[in-house]
């Protein structure tokens, strides 16, 4: 194999997104079939994780991927980001009992200081940066305050998964297959204030809400199901989402390196440029496009009608009150 390899780097490697992401990425999921990768596996100074990591690393080694050259396995940030590309920052601590999101928020935030340093001073400068690890899109911007000399569109954090969720709640729905559902936008915050706005989307290229003309459940149970599919999931499993969390940001990378098709978009949580009255430097979820040469935007001339927008403005009123909670961290 001639092509050079793409180096990424994956925080919380030993973790269940982590045993999920890994053998896609290796496979050739995020990348396309042709194009070889070394693994940067991240997890923190402690001998369990790093003992677990040493096993993820045994089984990606059993499964032989003819695509993976390397793999690196540390503790050590400057070791795990040297000269990535990409670097998905999965690893947070998760929400303990009793424990409110802004004290999830302080107890993370730190750790997207440090990772955020130690990728502009190790990473490739043209390095992206995606974040799961909750909260993403607070962590998100964290991580890019803190990088310093990137610029921040470098900076994304996951809403794939919400997408996800939501073009298979419609198509189910409609009793059409999930791929009819295109235009799917979340809006705001990967959280249960986040909106998916399915007045914008479309079902077989006719608008959704021409194919569902059950508004009550489009404004209810829609909603609701897809802003509380993780708290349903880890109820049904124990445990949270990992299998279509992984799926979420193999998409999500692969869409960003991958033009978009025509009159369709995705959802991505990046820094606002100000659009649809979303304040500036906030990262929040919008609709977006890639173009064949590979520069991502936001999708712009969407029409918002009172109600959506009032569903972003709360998601954006939560995002706004989350970086308060953070501001000491940017810098
Ligand atoms: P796990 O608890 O299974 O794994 C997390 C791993 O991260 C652990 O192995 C831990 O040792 C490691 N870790 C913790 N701090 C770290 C640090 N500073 N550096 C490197 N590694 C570190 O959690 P998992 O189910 O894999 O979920 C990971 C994160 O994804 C959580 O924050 C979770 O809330 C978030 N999620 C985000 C989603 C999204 O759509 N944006 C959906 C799924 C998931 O809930």
Redesign the pocket.
């Known amino acids: 194999m001639t092509t050079t390899p793409i180096r990424v780097a994956v ?8 045993y999920a992401l890994l053998p896609r990425i290796a496979a050739g999921g995020m990348f396309g079939p042709d194009q070889p990768v070394i693994l940067h596996m ?3 100074p ?1 001998e369990k ?1 790093m003992e ?1 990591l040493r096993g993820v690393a045994m089984e990606l080694e059993d499964c032989a991927f003819p695509l993976l050259q390397d793999m690196v396995c540390t ?1 050590d940030l400057d070791e795990g980001f040297a000269d990535v590309d990409w670097a998905l920052l ?6 303990g009992p009793g424990m409110e999101r802004n004290d999830l928020i302080k107890e ?1 935030g730190p ?1 997207f200081t ?2 955020g340093k130690a990728i502009a001073k190790n990473a490739k400068g043209s390095c992206r940066t995606v974040v ?3 909260p ?1 899109n607070t962590n998100a911007l964290i991580a890019a305050a803190n990088a310093e000399g990137m610029p921040n569109t470098q900076f994304t ?3 794939r ?2 997408e996800n969720r939501a073009k298979a709640q419609l198509a189910a729905k409609a009793g059409v297959h999930h791929t009819q559902v295109t235009n799917m936008t979340i809006w705001g915050n ?1 959280s249960a204030t986040q909106y998916p706005d399915f007045e914008n989307a479309k079902i077989g290229g006719k608008r959704a809400t021409d194919v569902v003309t059950d508004r009550g459940w489009l404004e209810g149970e829609f909603i609701k199901t897809v802003q509380q599919r ?1 708290a349903a999931i880890i109820k049904a499993r124990g ?4 299998l279509s ?1 992984a799926n ?1 940001l193999v998409d999500h990378v692969h869409d960003l390196v991958t033009p978009t098709p025509p009159g369709d978009w995705r959802s991505v949580a990046l820094c606002s440029d100000g659009s649809y009255g979303v304040p500036e430097g906030l990262i929040s979820s919008f609709p977006v496009s890639v173009d064949a040469k590979g520069e991502c935007k936001i999708v712009t001339g969407i029409s918002l009608t009172d109600f959506g927008q009032e569903k972003i403005a709360a998601s954006v009123a939560e995002l706004e009150h989350e970086r308060s909670v953070i501001a000491d961290l940017l810098g």
Not at 239 to 242: F, G, I, P, V
């Open positions: 925080t919380g490697a030993a973790g269940q997104i982590g991240i997890e923190i402690a994780p677990a503790s999965v690893g947070a601590k998760p929400r993370n750790i440090g990772q799961v690890g909750n993403c954090a996951m809403t998964l919400d990967h993780g445990l949270s989402s990992a969390a979420g």
